[in-house]
């Protein structure tokens, strides 16, 4: 019964390859997210996404596209990988409410080689 | 740009000893939250306090917000050594928007 699931858990692959990992919330969350956290813990947004409006941090390079085939997921798909991109990928959702308490998922680890 | 930054970065503490991290934050907020990370896994929401309160307590922890230094803080009282985690503030300006996370506090609290 996990909240918001990833898959996979580790992602290992070689530079120009193209991935995607994917994540699914069985909470009935309207808006789902995007984060990469750092080898420094810095957690970034990189997209939020509900079924009206696509937000993209526009730091993010168009190689990374999130891709959401129904409201209970949000897939990230990145192309022609980069060594820069390894870092760990969270998915996360929340209901559209006032606080805005997001449930997180438990991260894929990705390595770029 | 990043809203919340902690202070300090690192705190390493003993079991019963209270545990104080800092937060602070740069524009308007509708509230700010507080998550914790264990190594290796996601973020679990802890607490959060809206603009118009001041303090707010959910067992061991304690949280505080003054608006007007746009700061936060996050007490955990009586440690233990499975508080050891990192713990993340994070802002939040507009439902359904993502959150604007700090770089977290480290906590290590030995036995």
């Known amino acids: 019964d996990t909240a918001v699931s990833q898959t996979p858990k580790y992602l290992v692959t070689q530079m120009g390859n193209d991935k995607s990992i994917k994540c699914e919330q069985n909470?009935?969350?309207?808006?789902m997210y995007w984060y990469k956290q750092d080898s420094k813990k810095f957690l970034k947004i990189m997209f939020s996404y509900n079924n009206k409006e696509l937000i993209i941090n526009e730091t993010v390079p168009n190689r990374f596209s999130p891709k959401s085939p129904d409201k209970a997921h949000l897939n990230l798909h990145i192309n022609s990988l980069e060594l820069g991109d390894s870092a760990v990928y969270f998915c996360a959702s929340s209901q559209e409410s006032d606080s805005n308490e997001q449930y997180f998922g438990p991260g894929t680890r990705l390595t770029v080689t | 740009s990043q809203q919340g930054e902690e202070d300090p970065q690192a705190l390493s503490i003993q079991e019963g000893e209270n545990a104080t991290m800092n937060c602070s934050y740069k524009?308007?907020?509708?509230?700010l939250q507080w998550y914790r990370q264990n190594s290796g896994r996601g973020l679990v929401h802890l607490i959060l306090i809206r603009s118009n309160e001041r303090e707010k307590h959910s067992g061991r922890l304690r949280v505080t917000l003054d608006t007007s230094k746009k700061s936060s803080s996050l007490l955990i009282t009586a440690s233990r050594a499975a508080d050891t985690a990192s713990y993340f503030c994070a802002a939040n300006s507009n439902s359904g928007y993502a959150l604007n996370f700090g770089k977290g506090t480290s906590l290590l609290v030995t036995p």
């Open positions: 524009t308007s907020i509708n509230n």
């Open positions: 909470l009935g969350h309207d808006t």
